[in-house]
């Protein structure tokens, strides 16, 4: 099945600076990527996807770029504030409706 | 609109009882998913239904069973649960519009195998 590898696993940032994610993902057929924020104690949220067709997309402070010849891809957030401090999941799907995770990065953004 | 949303919101359970996790969505999504989320793991996906009537196992499915009741709901049982099952429990679901796309998820279910 499909392997999704996260890194790193801990990032803490200054107020203000940007903090990038990196997956990596094992089979070339998948197709579709998003990327899934939780805050503390609460589900799961998609914040932004990409898929397998466009190199990179933004979203105001959050951009995600994806290299599929190296199967890997990338959350970028910038000029971070104290509410980007949450769990980030990159998840990965061959477009069979089923998303293999990331272990996933907790992002700290210190004021 | 409620989203999807799960019943209990926290369990605590014997060694060898059983239990069943309720979900429900009132979108008209097509595809529901039961994930299982444990520290340093991420989210595992347990069993999934792509549509009403159809069930698949996902990554981790041994000691769990799954029921589609209807379009709206999705619920998963454990027979007899092991302390290796504490772990808090995420329902999801999508449309199957143009492929792959959002997961909705409910609120969680906290379980605890004692």
């Known amino acids: 099945g499909e392997n999704v590898e996260q890194h790193p696993s801990t990032l803490s940032v200054q107020e203000g600076d940007s903090a990038v994610i990196k997956c990596t993902y094992s089979?070339?057929?998948?197709?579709?990527f998003p990327w899934y924020k939780q805050e503390l104690g609460k589900r799961p949220q998609l914040i932004i996807d990409?898929?397998?067709?466009?190199g990179e997309k933004k979203d105001q402070r959050i951009a995600v770029t994806l290299n599929k010849t190296a199967k890997h891809f990338s959350l970028h957030i910038t000029e971070t504030q104290p509410e980007d401090s949450a769990v980030y999941f990159c998840?990965?799907?061959?477009?069979?409706?089923?998303?293999?995770f990331g272990a996933g990065t907790t992002v700290t953004v210190r004021a | 609109n409620a989203g999807v949303t799960q019943t209990p919101k926290f369990q605590v359970l014997k060694t060898g009882q059983s239990m069943t996790l309720q979900c429900a969505q009132d979108?008209?999504?097509?595809?529901m998913y039961w994930y299982r989320q444990d520290p340093g793991m991420g989210l595992r996906l347990i069993y999934y239904?792509?549509?009403?009537?159809?069930?698949d196992k996902g990554e981790v499915p041994n000691g769990y069973n799954v029921s589609r009741l209807n379009k709206r709901e999705f619920s998963l049982r454990l027979e007899s649960a092991a302390p290796s099952q504490t772990s808090v429990y995420f329902c999801?679901?999508?449309?199957?519009?143009?492929?792959?796309?959002?997961?909705?998820f409910g609120p969680g279910t906290r379980l605890t195998v004692l």
């Open positions: 998840a990965a799907s061959k477009g069979d409706y089923k998303l293999s």
């Open positions: 990409i898929r397998s067709n466009v």
């Open positions: 979108m008209n999504h097509n595809s």
């Open positions: 089979d070339s057929a998948s197709n579709y």
């Open positions: 999801a679901s999508s449309s199957r519009l143009a492929g792959p796309n959002e997961q909705f």
């Open positions: 239904s792509a549509s009403e009537g159809t069930t």
